[in-house]
């Protein structure tokens, strides 16, 4: 198997040519309304201008990929316990079918459904999946193989906002994270706006690694690549060349790059000719050039070529994949490539744009604009073992009164390996000291009468190869105490319309509250002269019907019938009205 891959590696890469020429391309997606996005995909077309699709794979494979960022080793090993999310617009109906052929065609595993890889939903963690689009199922099958192609080994998750709003993709982005998603890859944007410095919260997750493409049409920067919280990527020309490396990249003149007009510089960032948030952080190979091959039958027929930052965004997340997560770290955010130079190659040439010059549209060595710290060069030093570091604590969900349930969230940590959490519920009489309860150690808890009038907290445990830490909630309550048994009456329908000597119906309902289980007694009164009423059954626990019969001698009239409920002590009425007419 090993030998028949490697072969392959070996056609795909000599079918293609050492340096790049001209290819006509397009944007995949039209230009953004207010407060939307586009895609960041850029496909090769025809003379006319649509895709040009080809019978066979045109452009990089996941072999050339590997080849030209040093990853064939650790793609071929490591992986297996992270999951890639990707989260694009709208539905591609073919997805998993169209990734399947790909993987197909180079090699790599199976990534279905039925296999527990892959698992498609909407932006509510669902299967209610928006309408389809064909531009945006072009960059959803880009990026599920490309993330196939870096890590073949991924868990892949695909999260499908309703549109492409900024709102709809951050709350898909969210579910991502929700569901466990370990990477998390967008590749969109829009120009910023000012409200994006509170929006950006949505793409704060700490532990998961959140790439973003920078853009595809040059200088300027987009958001949410301007987000502290993301690795913003830009992109490259990569071709083959005579070197040791046997590649060589350039800055490709369509990857976005400058400084945002809102949000803060974070720390990890030191370059001087931008006082607030540079992009990008890292890049790799975006230009149509030297695109890539992608398979997609949505809307089109088959193998299809794309370049744009769009390629870029989804390698980088499988390279933080195969490195273990790198933000599972207490690494923050997108800061790894700062500290880690040595494990990327240094662009040094080519522009994006027209900015007198300087570093943020233009290669240099070491930090530019375009490129960012530069490309994969393999996936660095292994990630250190660090042990668990909470970042916001656990809650607790629930209302604090007797016979309810509460559930614990464990809050946020970072460490790696990821960590497992394990629970203890405490009691906490008023100004004493908390006591654990016995036995409550999951992550649920049901309270008793011996924790009314207490507050409750929960102390998390997380743990991994690297130590435990524990961390307390915050404390919920005093706990009320149950409130007593009782019942709702109700009836229906609330009236009825009869002619004299007929009869006519209603149902009573009983409805228990808070452990309610006797049978309550039914009477009725306000009946007029003549008229006679029954209940079936006449003592209930769930529901009866009361029968109401009217004699020819029944005055016209519009009546009030009271319909009384006894159990015990407890007593409750409700009123119908009934009409007699000629």
Request: proline share 7%; charged share 10%.
């Amino acid at each position: 198997m090993k030998t028949g891959i490697v072969v392959l590696s070996l056609v795909v890469g000599l079918a293609l040519p050492a340096a790049a020429s001209a290819k006509r391309h397009e944007h995949v997606c039209g230009p953004p309304a207010a407060h939307h996005v586009r895609c960041h995909a850029e496909v090769v077309t025809d003379a006319s201008g649509n895709p040009l699709v080809t019978s066979g794979p045109s452009g990089y494979g996941p072999f050339d990929l590997q080849s030209a960022y040093n990853l064939s080793s650790a793609s071929s090993s490591a992986g297996g316990s992270e999951t890639i999310a990707i989260v694009d617009a709208y539905d591609d109906p073919n997805a998993e079918a169209d990734m399947g052929v790909y993987r197909s065609q180079y090699g790599l595993p199976p990534c279905t459904t039925a296999n527990g890889c892959f698992r498609k939903v909407d932006q509510a963690g669902g299967t209610n999946y928006p309408s389809g689009n064909t531009s945006w199922a072009q960059e959803i099958s880009l990026d599920l193989d490309m993330a196939s192609a870096i890590c073949p080994n991924c868990h892949v998750k695909l999260v499908e906002a309703a549109s492409n709003s900024f709102a709809n993709l951050a709350t898909a982005v969210d579910e991502a994270a929700a569901l466990g998603a370990t990477q998390i890859s967008n590749s969109y944007g829009g120009r910023e706006y000012s409200s994006e410095v509170t929006d950006q919260s949505h793409y704060n997750h700490p532990g998961i690694d959140i790439t973003v493409s920078s853009g595809d049409s040059g200088y300027g920067v987009e958001f949410p690549a301007s987000s502290q919280y993301v690795t913003a990527v830009g992109g490259t020309s990569l071709v083959r060349a005579s070197n040791a490396r046997g590649w060589s990249e350039t800055a490709w003149s369509g990857a976005g790059s400058g400084c945002s007009a809102y949000v803060s510089k974070p720390s990890w960032q030191t370059d001087a000719g931008c006082a607030m948030r540079t992009v990008a952080d890292v890049s790799a190979d975006a230009d149509p050039n030297t695109g890539v091959a992608v398979y997609d039958t949505y809307g089109y027929g088959g193998w299809l070529e794309f370049g744009g930052t769009s390629v870029a965004s989804p390698i980088i997340a499988g390279v933080d994949a195969l490195a273990g997560g790198r933000a599972h770290t207490a690494t923050p955010y997108g800061s790894y490539p700062y500290s880690n130079a040595g494990a990327f190659y240094d662009i040094t040439s080519g522009s994006n744009g027209s900015c007198a010059g300087s570093y943020l549209c233009t290669a240099v060595l070491s930090y530019d604009g375009p490129t960012g710290i530069g490309t994969p060069n393999g996936i660095g030093a292994p990630v250190a073992p660090s042990p668990p570091v909470n970042v916001s604590p656990p809650t607790i969900s629930g209302t604090p009164t007797q016979n309810q349930t509460l559930t614990a969230n464990p809050g946020t940590w970072t460490g790696s390996p990821t960590p497992t959490y394990t629970h203890q519920w405490n009691r906490c009489p008023q100004g004493g000291t908390c006591a654990s309860i016995s036995g409550a150690t999951g992550s649920t808890y049901t309270l008793t009468s011996a924790d009314v009038g207490q507050n409750i907290t929960v102390t998390v445990t997380a743990t991994n190869a690297s130590g435990a830490t524990s961390t307390d909630s915050a404390p919920v309550g005093p706990v009320a105490s149950a409130p007593a048994a009782d019942f709702l009456l109700s009836a229906s329908p609330s009236s009825q319309s009869i002619k004299r000597g007929h009869s006519t119906s209603y149902t009573v309902t009983i409805t228990p509250l808070n452990g309610f289980n006797s049978a309550v007694a039914l009477t009725v009164a306000g009946l007029p002269a003549g008229v006679q009423a029954s209940f079936n059954p006449s003592s209930t626990t769930s529901s009866s019907t009361l029968t109401v019969s009217t004699s020819r001698t029944t005055p016209s009239n519009t009546y009030t019938l009271t319909i009384t409920g006894t159990a015990g002590s407890l007593s409750h009425n409700t009123n119908v009205t009934l009409t007699v007419r000629f």
